[in-house]
């Protein structure tokens, strides 16, 4: 396919690189981010998506969104397909969609789970709202870029799905920690516990997969340092577009609240900007009860 990749930046770059590498024609735009390799430049958003069968974008939230969907969207051949892959709310995505079908164009939005790592490898999951034929357009994509393509429903859907998937990521993230905490206070030592939970009832992504205890489980960020593989601020982003949704619907959802809460504090008033959202670890260690 030919294809234009707006938003080439930590995840962007490596999923537009394996679709080149894949043998499709990537013309990529990107205001800072150097190009992928394999990867054609385009002088601007538009030029990147004028001719394209699919354009897929990347980008740091709805607003931005909004604005280069306002600019390429003119630029589309008709019939072909707008796909983003942005974590943005739920409102934006639903009205990008439809100024992208107004104007003949299929529209996906199609948030990624996986990180960096994921994206490098090709093995991101993504979760995916819009049409039947927009989606089979897009699904040999999807494939190349990722293990897994959910299609959970009309435009939007996929927006749900991920803030509430990460909502509760952020909430056994916290979970996690304060247990490790904990365990030290009691003298438990971390891989026993370790042992214990990761087989038991407590099991979960963030103990199994992504331990925040250094040497402890599958190599994770903890074990460099806490550099980020999913930042500390973008779980707090993820966590604010939960908490929007949530008050836009009139949901009830105290624990989702509060771990927007501690993030922010985290990240505004403590050491986390920059660092992997399980470093929480480390700020629970260093606190007591009083």
């Known amino acids: 396919m030919k294809i234009g990749f707006i938003g080439l930046g930590n995840m962007g770059g490596p999923m537009a690189a394996n679709l080149a590498a894949a043998g499709h024609d990537v013309r ?26 699919v354009v897929i974008s990347m980008l740091p939230n709805g607003e931005i969104l909004r604005s280069v969907a306002a600019e390429i969207i003119p630029a589309m051949a008709a019939g072909a397909v707008l796909c ?41 999951t993504f979760m995916v709202g819009g049409d039947d034929a927009a989606f089979a357009t897009v699904s040999p994509l999807f494939d190349i870029m990722g293990q897994k393509a959910v299609h959970c429903g009309a435009a939007g859907a996929g ?20 247990a490790f905490a904990l365990a030290d206070k009691l003298n438990l030592d971390r891989q026993k516990m370790f042992d214990v939970v990761s087989t038991s009832s407590g099991y979960s992504w963030s103990m199994n997969a992504y331990c925040p205890a250094p040497g402890v489980g599958p190599e994770t960020p903890a074990d460099n340092d806490y550099k980020p593989g999913f930042a500390s601020e973008l779980m707090l982003k993820d966590l604010r577009l939960s908490q929007q949704a949530a008050e ?9 609240a509060q771990a927007m809460e501690l993030y922010r504090t985290f990240v505004e008033n403590e050491s986390g900007l920059g660092t992997d959202f399980s470093a929480m670890l480390p700020r629970f260690e260093k606190r007591s009860r009083t």
Request: charged fraction near 15%.
């Open 248 to 256: 836009a619907v009139g949901a009830d959802t105290p624990m989702g």
């Open 28 to 53: 990529g735009f990107d205001l800072q981010a150097p190009m992928p390799e394999g990867v054609q430049s385009a002088d601007s958003a538009t030029d990147a998506a004028s001719g394209a069968d």
């Open 159 to 178: 927006q749900s799905a991920k803030i509430c998937n990460n909502m509760i990521l952020g909430v056994t993230m916290i979970a996690t920690c304060e």
């Open 84 to 124: 983003d892959c942005s974590t943005v709310d739920v409102e934006s995505a639903r009205a990008v969609a439809t100024q992208a079908q107004d104007a003949g164009l299929g529209a996906l939005d199609a948030p990624v789970s996986g990180g960096v790592g994921g994206a490098t490898n090709g093995t991101l």
